[in-house]
């Protein structure tokens, strides 16, 4: 394991991090076993969100004793000054800290967010007071929106960016990276794997490898699963032909249209349950059609339940035709269910 500074905070991080929502999965024991693991094997750099129920408190507990051994980072999606501190100081509690390494301002994609955080009683006038108190060592900033990234980067206000970076969502790669680079900022990669549509884990991190400065902090579930991905950071790992033409393959096959499962566009207000009806056909590949109609049955009739009101387009930070995918997803479902009962007529 290498350790690399996170642009000019000056935190000393583990090249490989560890993001925190799988964890709300599972019990509590589990979840520690899993996190001192991790950090017995060398990863030090943690990044939870007050939003992650109760992966802060679980970090608090596997870190207690041991604050100074490890970088933690958090974050808040509250927009107004109050509301971020009342965050700010439960998140310290659950963490059993007095400090935090990094605090984020949570998913800002939207020019109204930007506006909010950073006006008169905006989050960031709270995170800017609680850093002059101590209570927080850098200020960092999170984003699906790449304009409203850049525009963030070059704002100077923040110290750390994190924005998803992988082999299918290349769009950091030029200007967001060269931006942070310039300016000296840390780049946090969310989304190693898509979202979970990238099922090739040594592929997915040769690719991120070959951006020495880009902290990826995938979620880890299992013992198992960090010993897999700290395997690749053995040796060089370097990406060859083959790997290439599967990161080709990866492109050609998911495109743009993709869902990123994140699920800001939920809840909807019919009961349609999106994510996983957005990621129908990526099941059906998997386990084929056969086996998806009976999995993935009542996340897809929910979809007949969408008035096309369009609520969920306008939370999705990537812009997706929400509403067309999901048609289409359906059509795909019903000629699955017709050839599964022709098949077995
Ligand atoms: S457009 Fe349909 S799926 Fe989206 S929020 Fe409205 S009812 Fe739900
Ligand atoms: S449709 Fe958009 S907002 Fe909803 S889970 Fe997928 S990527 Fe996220």
């Avoid at 306008?314 to 048609?327: A, D, R």
Wanted: contains cysteine; glycine residues 8%.
């Amino acid at each position: 394991m290498k350790y690399l500074t996170l642009g000019s905070t000056g935190l000393t991080v583990s090249e490989l991090g560890f993001g925190c929502i799988p964890i709300i999965r599972f019990p509590k024991e589990d979840s520690v076993r899993v996190l001192r693991h991790a950090f017995e094997r060398g990863i030090t750099f943690y990044d939870t969100a007050n939003a992650y129920r109760d992966s802060e408190e679980k970090i608090g507990i596997a870190f207690s004793g041991m604050r100074d051994k490890v970088v933690l980072a958090t974050k808040t999606l509250m927009r107004s000054a109050q509301d971020a501190t009342a965050h700010l100081d439960n998140s310290l509690r659950m963490l059993k800290t007095d400090y935090l390494d990094l605090y984020q301002l949570h998913q800002i994609a939207q020019e109204q967010d930007w506006l909010q955080v950073t006006g008169p009683g905006g989050a960031l006038e709270a995170v800017l007071k609680a850093k002059a108190a101590g209570k927080i060592r850098h200020i960092g900033v999170t984003s699906h929106n790449l304009q409203m990234a850049i525009k963030m980067a070059r704002s100077g206000l923040f110290e750390t960016i994190q924005f998803p970076f992988n082999l299918i969502e290349e769009g950091a790669k030029d200007q967001l990276l060269a931006a942070s680079t310039e300016l000296g900022m840390g780049f946090i990669c969310m989304k190693p794997f898509g979202g979970g549509v990238i099922d090739n884990a040594a592929v997915a991190f040769k690719y991120l490898r070959s951006y020495p400065d880009v902290i990826p902090i995938p979620g880890f579930e299992s013992i198992r699963q960090v010993e897999e991905i700290l395997s690749f950071y053995a040796g060089e790992n370097l990406v060859t032909e083959r790997d290439r033409e599967m990161m080709e393959e990866y492109r050609a096959k998911l495109g743009r249209r993709f869902c990123r499962r994140c699920e800001y566009c939920q809840p909807c207000p019919q009961g349609v349950m999106i994510t996983p009806a957005m990621g129908y056909p990526i099941v059906a590949a998997r386990m084929s059609p056969s086996v998806a109609v009976e999995f993935c049955r009542k996340a897809m009739e929910s979809v007949s339940l969408c008035t096309e009101c369009g609520a969920c387009i306008q939370h999705c930070p990537y812009e997706l035709p929400v509403t067309e995918i999901l048609k289409a997803n359906y059509s795909l479902y019903e000629q699955h269910l017709k050839d599964k009962h022709a098949a077995t007529d």
